[in-house]
């Protein structure tokens, strides 16, 4: 029993730490299948994080903080996609552009809130457990709805892409643009709402670190986080599947960091912090190595602008 | 409203759409300013004008420029041939170790070869650091835009690492900090001001990388494989090259930026050396162009932002954060105005 809960505890961990890397992974995942490279998910998670955590502050409801975070995340998302599909600016420098904005405007944003303490988003109730056993309780009552919530997003926008007719058509505009609007799809439309959608997931992503996994808000919380998303995604070779597994393996990463301590390892906890940075370098190495497999992978349209011919 | 592609890029709309971005974000800052309840126009008159109105003023400024000139410098070089190195804080931050470490291990005495060991170090360990990820881009295809941006993080913490542990001052009351650098690894300020002699080398820096791009054969092949990469690939121009060569450049220029903050103004190796210089310089590098020239100006302009948050802050008690928050700003309006250049706005009725 006792080797039960601390293996479940050691999986409830990774299941929270991977988390918000799930959402904004997700949410990235959407955005360059359907052919836009946005590098600012880590700006996105950080003005969703503040813009969370005071919504939460300033309301009482966590409800409205998440909605906050969400709708603040998809307005950056916004920015982004009038300055890269309208306007056909550069994508790669456009989405660094939109990280270090977001970078100081969530500072701005938080400062009133910088430091302070709050409760977290409480657990979901998990029935019948409570009679039979005090100690699964207290391990399951850290799993919130938003962890349920990111596995759950990854069924959904698995069924999406490969099931749903607009999922269909948004991998098209991915590929191919071109062909895509002669066929008659709306390609700025589809990659618009993409864009959106990853802005949005970006954002709760950020709101998931400030009101749940770490529950207060700090300058730069994130930590990289959104920039780890970024490589998950092209680790999973653009499938959600794959993407769920790397972000356990990533949260599993960063558990280790803190259990590292409790199994007696005296080390610095400086060095042990470069540990998801150095996983993130490794699998990017692991899975860019066979070039023509993750161009074969990629969607082919990825990154490049598109101008509707009239 | 709709936009008609140009037959030709407007060479005059090259030059305007920077001036046009700093009007605008000028405008949008008077905005924030209210947003903020204070004086939009006092508040401009601080962060524009103020921190330059003295002689000390200006050197303080030329102080800030040095960094981001430097950066940037390394940062254009790389995008003109079309590697993104996001990681000039952390080559930065590693020739601020290196060479810090070499001011440690010399230890108090030694003499004039003191400040070029440590400037040779800190060089090389900016062009180890950016090493790393030219060695993973050639020998792995890892995409240098998240190899670099890592090891700014893993930079960080080893340095956050090295002045909580190994490199920290017996004697410093348990900070976080190493022992003050001795006299003879300090750069020598200039004129009862701040400002060290690297402030020149990073000026001279922009002319030489103006010749290295137009006028050496390895320029001309670090923008044929920016702008043309098949072709570079017929011409048989190495693509591992381009990549070894600009990411050694701008790691050793960033490098340099370390070691002569931490020899110059600060004096020590401390957990925070940088505020965001290896960020807000990919903004200097876009800003001036990709041209050597362009960004000197464009590095003034934003040690001004720099400057100019340190006196709002101290005058308005405003926070620290405008300073990214008005970068970022800058470089959304800048990339927007650059759609005049390849493009006309043509006004249709109905």
Request: net charge positive; charged share 10%.
């Amino acid at each position: 029993m006792a080797d039960l809960v601390l293996i479940l505890s050691i999986l409830v961990a990774t299941m929270r730490a991977a988390a918000p890397l799930l959402f904004a992974g997700l949410g990235e995942l959407v955005a360059e299948r359907s052919g836009v490279l946005n590098l600012g998910v880590e700006g996105m998670m950080l003005v969703g994080a503040a813009v969370g955590f005071a919504a939460h502050a300033v309301t009482g409801s966590f409800v409205l903080g998440l909605l906050a975070a969400i709708l603040a995340g998809a307005a950056m998302a916004a920015l982004f996609a009038l300055l890269t599909l309208r306007l056909l600016a550069n994508q790669v420098a456009t989405g660094l552009a939109l990280t270090i904005f977001g970078v100081g405007l969530s500072a701005l944003i938080g400062l009133p809130w910088a430091g302070v303490p709050a409760t977290g988003l409480p657990a979901a109730l998990w029935p019948g457990l409570a009679h039979d056993s005090p100690a699964l309780q207290q391990v399951l009552l850290l799993l919130d709805p938003l962890v349920w919530l990111a596995f759950a997003a990854v069924v959904a926008v698995d069924w999406f892409l490969r099931r749903s007719r607009t999922g269909l058509a948004l991998r098209a505009v991915g590929e191919s643009a071109e062909v895509a609007h002669a066929l008659g799809t709306k390609v700025l439309r589809i990659r618009f709402l993409a864009v959106l959608f990853g802005g949005a997931m970006a954002g709760l992503a950020g709101a998931d670190l400030s009101l749940a996994y770490t529950p207060m808000w700090v300058e730069n919380m994130t930590a990289g986080r959104g920039w780890i998303a970024l490589a998950l995604v092209v680790f999973s070779t653009w499938k959600p599947w794959w993407l769920t597994a790397g972000a356990l393996l990533f949260g599993f990463v960063t558990i280790a960091q803190f259990q590292a301590e409790a199994f007696g390892l005296s080390f610095s906890p400086d060095l042990l912090a470069t540990l998801p940075y150095l996983a993130t370098i490794v699998v990017l190495v692991l899975i860019s190595r066979d070039a023509t497999r993750l161009r074969l992978a990629a969607p082919a349209a990825l990154g490049k602008p598109f101008r509707p011919s009239d | 409203m709709r936009l008609e592609k140009r037959e030709a890029p407007s060479a005059a709309m090259l030059w305007a759409a920077p001036l046009l971005a700093a009007v605008a974000s000028v405008v949008l800052a008077g905005l924030l300013f209210a947003i903020l309840r204070v004086n939009p126009f006092a508040a401009l008159r601080l962060l524009y004008l103020a921190p330059i109105a003295s002689a000390n003023g200006v050197a303080e400024l030329a102080l800030k420029m040095t960094p981001l000139l430097l950066c940037a410098l390394g940062i254009a070089i790389g995008v003109r041939a079309n590697v993104w190195n996001i990681g000039a804080e952390g080559q930065f931050t590693m020739g601020a170790i290196a060479g810090g470490g070499m001011a440690l291990a010399l230890g108090p005495t030694g003499g004039w070869y003191v400040l070029p060991l440590m400037l040779a170090a800190g060089i090389l360990g900016g062009m180890a650091w950016a090493a790393i990820a030219a060695a993973l881009r050639v020998g792995t295809n890892a995409h240098e835009i998240l190899t670099t941006l890592m090891l700014n993080y893993v930079a960080q913490d080893i340095l956050s690492w090295l002045v909580h542990g190994p490199w920290r001052d017996p004697q410093g009351f348990n900070f976080p900090q190493s022992k003050t650098f001795a006299a003879a690894a300090t750069l020598p300020s200039l004129w009862g001001t701040r400002l060290t002699p690297i402030f020149f080398v990073a000026l001279l820096a922009a002319p030489c990388a103006w010749v290295l791009l137009q006028r050496t054969t390895a320029g001309y092949r670090l923008r044929v494989t920016g702008l043309a990469p098949a072709a570079a690939r017929y011409a048989g121009f190495s693509a591992s090259g381009t990549v070894w060569l600009s990411l050694l450049i701008a790691g050793g220029l960033a490098g340099l930026a370390g070691i002569a903050e931490v020899a110059g103004p600060i004096g020590q190796l401390v957990p925070t050396i940088s505020p965001g210089y290896g960020y807000a310089a990919i903004i200097v590098a876009f800003l001036g162009r990709l041209e050597p020239f362009g960004i000197v100006v464009a590095s003034a302009l934003m040690a001004l932002l720099y400057l100019g948050a340190d006196g709002l802050q101290m005058h308005m008690q405003l926070p620290l954060s405008l300073t990214g928050t008005l970068q970022g700003m800058l470089l959304f309006l800048l990339l927007a105005a650059d759609v005049l250049v390849a493009n006309r706005v043509v006004w249709r009725r109905g």
